[in-house]
């Protein structure tokens, strides 16, 4: 029986679980964003969240090695935890917790998994950049208004295509030869 277990072993060894969630944890710290399976992301979200709050004790600068060597052990990239500290630390000083968010984005197609996105609060102005609002497209009407235009842009394309047939055609040399 397992009462009074908690946490979800997510179908894993220990050591396994513990390889899991510390490499979604240095991904989700460094895209700000992942998208996995929703037991992965609450999983994960456990797991993460004490981290950041131990980023933000800053009271002297034991404490902040000691923080240091407490996230390295439980993420074992320089870089992430680089970037935890010095990137995601200020943004989320003012928060007291919730610093995660997960989005339940539906089924997976194949096994029916649950996909959901996991994401940091405080870092979601990526959602809008490179989205442009599209221009309103222009009103068609019944009328026949643009026949004239029509006329005009064939009337050039003609100039144009005599002014073509005036040059004289260079024919390749190579494939008279051959015939």
Known sequence: MRHGNKGNN?????SHRRALLMNLGCQLITYKRI???LAKAKALRVYIEPLITKTKNT?????????HRIVFSY???KAAVKELFTVVAPKVAARPGGYTRIIKLGARTGDNAEIAM???VDFNEIYGKGVT???EPAKKTR????AKKKATDTEATTEAAAEDSSTPLTTDTATEEKA
């Open 118 to 120: 996991i994401e940091l």
């Open 35 to 37: 998208t996995t399976t």
């Open 75 to 77: 993420l074992n990239d």
């Open 133 to 135: 609002t599209a221009a």
């Open 143 to 146: 009328r026949a208004g643009g």
């Open 59 to 67: 009271a002297s600068k034991e404490a902040i090695m000691h923080n």
């Open 10 to 14: 997510l179908s894993r060894t220990a």
